[in-house]
């Protein structure tokens, strides 16, 4: 991983009578170049439906209606994305699923890392219980709480606020949350806390100056895994939330399909595009924190 | 344990979460299961009919069952989409030397992406007038005979609405899998390869067994996953046409807030949940004897 660039001139520099490195000079066999077209073929219809919402985007709309799917449009028109703005709630949704997604998220990391802290690092004569009491938020399907949170918030008056999202949101992403901080505690040397101990801090100390600071690479982990879940939440806010002014994103998407079912497109194409575009430039971004909070969130199982 | 807690300090990091927990998830599930022994519609009073919608749910309601059977068959096409899909690209992509990174992230990106976007776009996909991607792509290579409205078949709904949340969750899937396949010990590999293995036995003799425990949480996770599955076909066609592409989810959904029928929605979500538990429950059964035979 570390060696330096090849240089250009490489070959002339080896010997002319060593034997070249058998593996790079190999052509490539047939197994690896069928896969190879095979891996592309997979990929271009994952990424490809993608391109094609972009593309349709810019289309103008006789263009839509008339063309071929699969040529690119005449000509390019950015007046989709105006009409995107001026039907729906664009700039609203997008800061009200801002909002959420904080709310479940500053909940999810403190209370999480909390959680962990006093199950993997205080430890307690019951952990064992609560471990299993936190292991049924993730097998249990989010379905379950619909009807009784729907009746119990409407006997509270909380129907209709970010609470109601943000709620059920962060109470079902604790679980993984805490596996996850749990599983990085672990790695944290008993000796340190022992040293701080025999310095006279106790736990409150020891959490808020060795443990949180060094968790801030869990953290990020945890944010961006729940945050693509809550940010694309359409389950929660579709049976707690009415008001146009609270409506997340994929609500707001909604809108654009019109009475009749008749639904101008291209604007929602362009309105889909927008809507994808800030959480696609986080992951694109930041897709290898990402990836690997994916990965070890099941691997380690 | 640290050598300075107390008891109260215990309880200070331990409550603030077991309460959100406990309010948002723990309550709710008492709550159902008291609640699907009750008949209410959420105005009038509550009446105790004790196992009345149990009985109901399993010998009087077609409906029920017709949404069953298809939630089998939204999970069968799921499965095979995101396991058979993961694993092969998992599989294809340990082989590569470039190109690697760029491939995870290009195959993960739909993961990232609403469902309710996913749902349009695969309205537009499926569409016959205007023509869509699937049944142009059927013209030109021949099989025209094949283009149809495939939300509004009902021969085709169902797997119409099942192959988008394939297609959403394979590359995570994916990612998972070739993390676990990465770990394979080298040497292991290189031993069976000098003993003249096969691609194909060096796949199913040590790649494969060695990845098991990760294939089988892998499996866990998509068929639970797959039997709670709703936002898609809810939003492309509410269970339609008929009850063709209706999931026990979106009957649930439809039984609780749009028949406001709470008690009977309950008693569907108790058993979603149950399904969900029997479903883990054999397939560590199964793995199991599989591993012991």
Redesign the interface.
Known sequence: MTAPAAPITRPRAVPSDSPPPLRRRRPPSL??TL??V??AL??I???Y??A??FI?SLRTEHD???????ALPKSLTWENYARAFETGNLWLNILNSFIVTMGANV?IVL??M??A???Q????RFSKF?RS??L??I??????????????YSTINLLDTYASMI??L???A??MS?YLFSSFFEYIPRET??AA?LDG????R??GLITLPLSVNTVVTVVLVNS?FI??D??FAN?FVLSEELKT???G??NYIGAMGKTD?TA??AA?CV??TP??LV??VL??AM?QG??SG??K? | ???????L??L???L???L??G???????V??LF?SFFSWN?ISDMEFVGLANYVRMLTADDIFWRSFFNALGYLAICLVLQLG?AL??AS??T??RRGR?L???????????????IA???V??YSID????LN??LHWIGLGALERPWLSDINTVLAAVSAPEG?RF???YM??IY??LL?VPQELEEAARLDGAS?WQLFTKIRFPHIMP?WI??TI?AT?YG??G??IPY?MTNGGPGQSSELL?TY??KT??SSTD?GY??TI??F??VE??VA?GLILFMLKRKADA
């Not at chain 1, 839509?64 to 699969?70: L, N, Q, R």
């Not at chain 1, 690092?121 to 307690?124: K, M, N, R, S």
Request: aromatic letters at 14%; hydrophobic letters at 60%; one cysteine or more.
């Open positions: 197994h690896s896969s190879r095979l891996i997979i990929v219809v994952q990424v439906p993608l094609w919402l349709t839509f209606a008339t063309g071929d799917p699969f909940l209370l999480g909390m959680a802290y006093a199950l690092v205080l430890g307690f609560v009491l936190f049924i938020g097998i249990v399907p989010v379905q379950i709480a619909l009807v009784p949170l729907f009746i119990d709620i059920p962060a109470g079902f604790l679980p805490i806390y022992e101990s801090a106790g736990p409150y020891i959490f693509i940010w694309n359409f389950i049976t994103i994929p609500l998407l909604q497109w929602t194409f889909v809507t994808i959480l696609l992951f694109l897709n290898k990836i994916l990965e099941a691997t199982g | 344990m640290l050598p300075n807690r107390s008891r300090s215990v200070v990091f331990l603030p979460p077991l959100l927990y309010v948002a998830v723990l309550f709710p599930i709550q159902s609640l959420g899909g092969l690209v294809l992509l082989s590569m990174e491939i995870k992230t290009l195959y993960l990106l739909p993961a990232v992406i609403s469902t309710v976007a349009f776009l695969f537009r996909i205007p023509v869509g991607l142009q792509l297609w394979t590359g995570l990612l998972i993390a676990a770990s691609r990760v949480t892998t996770m639970t039997l709670r709703f936002d939003l989810t649930m959904y609780a807030f709470f929605a309950s979500a108790v979603i949940v969900c538990l883990v």
